[in-house]
């Protein structure tokens, strides 16, 4: 009679009278398992290919399938970075000689803002027209391709008509510029090495004395007989002051070319003592005004009852 083929897992089949058949050598299990005698069990895999693929079996992904994936995650990350963070311009005109030449890349920090930082003086900034301030001027029209970079941030936008100045008073301020002389910020002169070599302070467009309004700043060209910046706009609708809310952000440095990269620091005449004192002293003066006013009404009633109490009855 036939005996049955075996598993390597049964019982020996013992039988009366039958000598015990020997039990096979171990061979190991079906997953490679190394046998007593350290060969393998499985007979599937090649001399030299034991455990088949790595990373349990998978295929690595190609290079070409992947780099769609990393190119839409870096558009993602430019264009966010655009929205947020830092954004690239081009300086279209001689306004701002020599500090920044025609051609220049600027790049401007955005982040500040979204924390509710306003712009300070001197700081460089990028602003978009508050009034027609480009009226009349040629915007270039850029291409299909030109288009896309400018909207994820890497390359400035011709579209969008955007200035740059710098910020010479803030929302306080008392300004003013007579022919001959200097920029005065709350009666302190600004020394102004900035200026472009061979132009004066204001001889084109003297200006002030005026304060400068709530949510406003008012920003001149360094390259001042080539610049139409807030002395030249005065009959606008914002007289010349720069909405805080126009101001995209403040320019920190010269990326391109190479060969002009350099930052935009605050020049150290806006860091004068007494420069703030006229702001601050008109800042504090309304509190101070409230306070005096709200304590007339305590003292009237305080002094009534005691009159009151002191009458006889």
Same mark, same amino acid.
């Given at each position: 009679?036939?005996?049955?083929?075996r598993s390597g897992?049964e019982?020996p089949?013992?039988r009366?009278?039958?000598?015990?058949?020997? +039990?096979?050598?171990a061979?190991?299990?079906?997953?490679?398992?190394?046998s007593?005698?350290g060969?393998s069990g499985?007979?599937?895999?090649?001399p030299g290919?034991?455990g088949g /693929?790595d990373?349990?079996?998978k295929?690595?992904?190609s290079?070409?399938?992947?780099?769609?994936?990393?190119?839409?995650?870096?558009?993602?990350?430019?264009?966010l970075?655009?929205t947020?963070?830092?954004?690239?311009? +081009?300086?279209p %005109?001689? @306004?701002m000689?020599n500090?920044?030449?025609?051609?220049?890349?600027?790049?401007? /920090?955005?982040l500040?803002p979204?924390?509710?930082s306003?712009?300070?003086r001197g *700081?460089?900034?990028?602003f978009?027209?508050?009034?027609?301030?480009?009226d009349g001027e040629?915007? $270039?029209? $850029?291409?299909v391709?030109q288009?896309?970079?400018s909207f &994820?941030?890497?390359?400035?936008?011709?579209e969008? !008509?955007d200035?740059?100045k710098r910020t010479?008073?803030?929302? =306080?301020d008392? &300004?003013e510029?007579?022919?001959?002389g200097?920029?005065?910020?709350?009666?302190?002169?600004?020394? *102004?090495?900035?200026i472009y070599? =061979?132009?004066?302070a204001?001889?084109?467009?003297?200006?002030g004395p005026?304060?400068?309004?709530k949510?406003?700043?008012?920003?001149m060209? /360094?390259?001042?007989q080539?610049? !139409?910046d807030?002395?030249?706009?005065?009959?606008?609708?914002? *007289?010349?002051?720069?909405?805080v809310?126009k101001?995209?952000?403040?320019a920190?440095?010269?990326?391109?070319?190479?060969?002009?990269w350099?930052?935009?620091?605050?020049? @150290?005449?806006? /860091?004068? +003592?007494?420069l703030n004192?006229?702001?601050?002293?008109?800042?504090s003066?309304a509190?101070?005004?409230?306070?005096?006013?709200?304590?007339v009404p305590?003292v009237?009633?305080?002094?009534?009852r005691?009159?009151?109490? %002191?009458? $006889?009855?």
């Amino acid at each position: 009679m036939a005996v049955g083929a075996r598993s390597g897992h049964e019982q020996p089949d013992d039988r009366p009278g039958r000598p015990a058949e020997p +039990s096979p050598p171990a061979t190991g299990d079906l997953d490679g398992e190394p046998s007593k005698d350290g060969s393998s069990g499985s007979f599937d895999d090649p001399p030299g290919d034991v455990g088949g /693929d790595d990373h349990g079996g998978k295929k690595q992904r190609s290079f070409w399938k992947e780099l769609p994936l990393l190119v839409g995650i870096a558009l993602i990350l430019a264009l966010l970075i655009k929205t947020f963070l830092v954004q690239a311009f +081009s300086i279209p %005109s001689d @306004s701002m000689q020599n500090t920044l030449q025609r051609g220049d890349r600027v790049l401007v /920090d955005k982040l500040t803002p979204w924390f509710g930082s306003e712009p300070e003086r001197g *700081e460089v900034v990028v602003f978009h027209d508050p009034g027609n301030w480009l009226d009349g001027e040629a915007t $270039p029209e $850029p291409n299909v391709l030109q288009k896309f970079l400018s909207f &994820i941030g890497l390359m400035p936008s011709a579209e969008e !008509k955007d200035l740059i100045k710098r910020t010479i008073a803030i929302e =306080g301020d008392t &300004i003013e510029c007579r022919k001959g002389g200097p920029v005065k910020v709350n009666g302190k002169v600004l020394d *102004e090495p900035y200026i472009y070599p =061979g132009n004066t302070a204001c001889d084109d467009q003297p200006f002030g004395p005026f304060k400068v309004p709530k949510d406003r700043i008012w920003v001149m060209g /360094d390259h001042r007989q080539n610049s !139409k910046d807030s002395r030249y706009h005065m009959e606008d609708v914002n *007289e010349g002051f720069v909405p805080v809310d126009k101001v995209v952000g403040r320019a920190v440095v010269v990326a391109w070319p190479v060969n002009r990269w350099a930052t935009l620091p605050v020049p @150290s005449t806006f /860091d004068q +003592s007494g420069l703030n004192a006229a702001a601050s002293v008109a800042v504090s003066s309304a509190p101070l005004a409230m306070g005096a006013l709200g304590a007339v009404p305590i003292v009237l009633w305080r002094r009534k009852r005691l009159t009151a109490g %002191s009458t $006889p009855r």
